[in-house]
């Protein structure tokens, strides 16, 4: 069983004294934007919104800081934070001071004039190389900033940087209420899982979820794989998979993964059916076919109406569900039935805890119009994964101890 104590044992924004102090927020406001450079998604900036209130009703002066795209310690004028202004105004209903710095005069300046219960934004924070080298001068700067370290930025946390780890050593420090909330969902599959448990993976390989799948059988009934994973599967049972997506050097990864199932008396449930195609465009042609019955000249592109059947029937009387990876090529609409399914699946779970985490699992949510039925949609794609495989994430690991 994976402990994951580090994490609960630290302390929440409830823990810390934070009425009229200055407070630094890491927030994850990593968001995607349309050749207009507006938000095209506001997801990530909605999750942090419960935190922001929570310090506006604590009449704190709020710091929030955030990176934007992979900038490499650069400045990248398509890659500053001014979008997001535009949308935090619009939800909170207030003005947001926003300076094109991060530890220099223009913000000291702004910060003296600031008031309690209002809210400064910094520039984008990978601008500058120290950050994802998390040094130690550039993070005491930062903290001389505040009075108190927030970290509410689950996306990153995974990341030892300045501005999630570094940071920590100088200021008292907690998780936001996003962080908490990551921390109680995920931990429950450790902690308290409830039976049965049920497990539903995709996405393309096998190697980037082996530890996921080793960590999960512990505690995992029934797991259902989907994906381009699927078939290595398929390969290393000796189906014919013609030209699909295949780690050829996973085979025996993929063996040893069905005996440890076997040995833990878990459930592997693999698709029966597939949806093929001669190449992955939005005008292909495509069919149907038994998952053992691949024609060596076509590709798996996603999973089957028969494997769609099944995986409901084998969902539908989960307590607890986790949903990580899409179905099949998820982002050419005529293979997102597969992944879109699965999403409706999850929502029809109406007296279990359901769990999705990794962006394209996210999308998928959305687009089906299920998110609000669905008890925890993950903010983190790497950060969950991580977590779930039981690793001490650095943002966590950094706070102050309860």
């Not at 996603?302 to 607890?320: A, N, Q, Y």
């Not at 609000?372 to 790497?382: A, K, L, N, R």
Request: hydrophobic share 45%; charged share 25%; net charge positive.
């Amino acid at each position: 069983m994976i402990n994951i104590d580090y994490a609960l044992n630290k302390k929440r924004i409830s823990d810390v004294d934070v009425k009229e102090k200055k407070v630094l927020v890491r927030v994850d406001l990593n968001v995607p934007l349309d050749i207009k450079l507006e938000v095209k998604d506001t997801t990530k900036i909605d999750a942090v919104l419960p935190t922001i209130r929570y310090l506006l009703e604590q009449k704190s002066v709020i710091i929030l800081v955030s990176h934007l795209g992979r900038p490499d310690g650069k400045v990248a004028e398509r890659m500053r934070l001014a979008p997001v202004v535009k949308v935090l105004e619009k939800r909170l209903s207030m003005k947001i001071h926003y300076v094109k710095d991060l530890v220099g005069e223009k913000v000291r300046v702004e910060l003296a004039k600031m008031k309690p219960g209002e809210i400064i934004l910094l520039e984008n924070i990978r601008f500058r190389p120290e950050e994802e080298k998390n040094d130690r001068e550039f993070s005491k700067k930062l903290a001389e900033l505040a009075d108190v370290f927030i970290n509410d930025a689950f996306g990153t946390i995974h990341r030892a940087h300045s501005s999630t780890a570094g940071v920590c050593e100088f200021l008292p420090s907690a998780a936001g209420l996003l962080v908490e909330k990551e921390i109680n969902f995920f931990g429950k599959v450790f902690q308290a899982p409830e039976k049965p448990f049920t497990l539903v993976l995709g996405g393309s390989k096998v190697s980037t979820k082996i530890t996921l799948v080793e960590t999960i059988l512990n505690v995992a009934d029934t797991i259902l794989i989907g994906g381009g994973m699927c078939f290595t599967f398929f390969k290393a049972l000796g189906y014919e998979i013609g030209k699909s997506l295949c780690e050829y050097d996973k085979l025996d990864m993929a063996l040893d993964i069905l005996a440890k199932a076997k040995a833990k008396k878990v459930e592997i449930v693999l698709p029966v059916d597939i949806v093929i195609t001669d190449e992955i465009t939005h005008n292909a042609q495509k069919s149907v076919v038994k998952a053992n019955a691949i024609p060596a000249d076509k590709l798996g592109a996603d999973i089957g109406p028969e494997t769609v059947k099944l995986f409901r029937k084998k969902i539908k009387h989960s307590k607890m569900a986790l949903w990580n990876g899409p179905m099949g090529v998820f982002e050419v609409p005529q293979f997102a039935n597969g992944t879109l399914e699965v999403a409706k699946m999850l929502a029809e779970l109406k007296h279990a805890t359901t769990l999705v985490g990794g962006g394209e699992s996210v999308m998928a949510v959305n687009i089906a119009g299920v998110m609000d039925q669905i008890s925890h949609v993950s903010t983190g794609g790497g950060a969950t994964l991580e977590f779930l495989e039981g690793k001490k994430l650095p943002g966590i690991a950094a706070l102050s101890e309860r």
